[in-house]
């Protein structure tokens, strides 16, 4: 509590980094803000055209399916990918003057968390489109997205903190998140998982995640209430693990960058 009071003390600070890092993640190029929508569209075409076609997908508005596990992806991937190397960049910051150093990580992922709230621009309309409508289970959306914004968080700070004194985890973070992609049903059904895999796929807390949001989403359904229990708990173990270590290694940033 005492660590949330202090960043909400800068407040301030952490919504000029928001800000900066949503403009500078596309300054320069042509289409700008427009690739917050771009990205998950074109990576939708791609996706759509091996595994609907050619993987021969068999499920009814399988694109809308493919969309919401991609943009729910995209969350957790862009936050860490662009998290590793967060204290880093701000290292002017860092060495010149004091804040709370959580901001840095936690300023990514709200950040991303803004281009899932926009992607919703593109979602909706898709779900008017092609017939889906959203039940009482959407107004879990709320707790649900808060959960996964904070399993995020913990993740990042834990890459973030890490990369500051050995560099080449921000190369492993890459490998690690497309190998996590292709273990997490997203581009295929939970249906199609093996039986004897199913224990071991249960186990991935972004299973749940993308579960979860298909189930409000897609299938009109209340998410499976075990799955939420055991995403909160491993989200819980995450937080207390990543802060310790975050508080741990955080001391010596200013000397190591």
Known sequence: MKKIKEIMAYRQ??????????RTRYKGS??????????????????SLVFKYVMRVQLENYTTYLFIGLI???LLSQSILS???AIIRN????????FPREILPLSVVL????????SLLILIPMLIINNISLGISILLFPGILLIYLLFVLSITMIVSSINVYFRDMEHISNILVMAWFYITP???TTDMIPDSLQSVFNLNPMKVVISSFHDMFFFNKLPNTGDLIYLICVTILLLIISSFLFKKLSRKFAEEI
């Open 72 to 74: 729910v992806w995209t």
């Open 30 to 47: 042509f289409f700008g803000f427009l690739w917050t929508l771009l990205n998950p569209l074109l990576m939708l075409m791609i996706y």
């Open 186 to 188: 997203i581009v295929y």
């Open 111 to 118: 950040g991303g968390a803004v281009n899932f709230l926009f």
């Open 91 to 98: 290292s002017g910051l860092v060495k010149k003057i004091y």
């Open 83 to 85: 998290g590793a190397g």
């Open 13 to 22: 600070m952490l919504e000029s980094l928001v800000l900066t890092d949503l």
